[in-house]
T-cell receptor, first 111, second 116 residues
Framework: DQQVKQNSPSLSVQEGRISILNCDYTNSMFDYFLWYKKYPAEGPTFLISISSIKDKNEDGRFTVFLNKSAKHLSLHIVPSQPGDSAVYFC??????????FGDGTTLTVKP | ETGVTQTPRHLVMGMTNKKSLKCEQHLGHNAMYWYKQSAKKPLELMFV???????ENNSVPSRFSPECPNSSHLFLHLHTLQPEDSALYLCASSQEAGDNIYSPLHFGNGTRLTVT
């Protein structure tokens, strides 16, 4: 049973527009959520996180929204840039600190 | 340069071979991890070490044997692997201390393993 799901394997957007990546989770014990970004031939790098006591966290062009009642979070990138093209992983942690990852969404930003 | 270094980057081995993957972190972290990424699957946690002590073994077959001699080094010893073990093996580290249990992971670039 996959506890963290990213239902869109891929997303393509035009440069300058908004990219919205979605993530759903099933375990109500998760209370900390992270997004990682992965370029080919590199390991994932941490992008942004949010605690369950918040519903929004912003860092420059990146904003993560959390809807606890729907067990849903999303990552907004605006404006999108070609360098944002990568695989984005959603991860969720419970009190133990271990992260459970989604399958990833491949974002392509077209110039 | 990443603070977490993995060698080798690529490895091809036969099912009867014995090989080891190496990971070194230069970040002063106290926790290290092995993850497996297979095609079209999420990252799977394999092993966790905190302060050199193994705290997690996620039902990993015994043909994978981890070793953590100190907080900066982590090995994954491989023997009699199967073709389905072919995957990207990622090492990560984090700082786990006190209230900061939600420290993000810092990943290496991985070892692409092919078992023939």
């Amino acid at each position: 049973d996959q506890q963290v799901k990213q239902n869109s394997p891929s997303l393509s957007v035009q440069e300058g527009r908004i990219s919205i990546l979605n993530c759903d989770y099933t375990n109500s014990m998760f209370d900390y959520f992270l997004w990682y970004k992965k370029y080919p031939a590199e390991g994932p790098t941490f992008l942004i996180s949010i605690s369950s006591i918040k519903d929004k966290n912003e860092d420059g062009r990146f904003t993560v929204f959390l809807n606890k009642s729907a067990k849903h979070l999303s990552l907004h990138i605006v404006p999108s840039q070609p360098g944002d093209s990568a695989v984005y992983f959603c991860a969720a942690s419970a009190w133990s600190g271990k992260s459970t990852f989604g399958d990833g969404t491949t974002l392509t930003v077209k110039p | 340069e990443t603070g977490v270094t993995q060698t080798p980057r690529h490895l091809v081995m036969g099912m009867t071979n014995k090989k080891s993957l190496k990971c070194e972190q230069h970040l002063g972290h106290n926790a290290m991890y092995w993850y497996k990424q297979s095609a079209k699957k999420p990252l799977e946690l394999m092993f966790v070490y905190n302060f050199k002590e193994q705290t997690e073994n996620n039902s990993v077959p015994s043909r994978f044997s981890p070793e953590c001699p100190n907080s900066s080094h982590l090995f994954l010893h491989l023997h009699t692997l199967q073709p389905e073990d072919s995957a990207l093996y990622l090492c990560a580290s984090s700082q786990e201390a006190g209230d900061n249990i939600y420290s993000p992971l810092h990943f290496g670039n991985g070892t692409r393993l092919t078992v023939t």
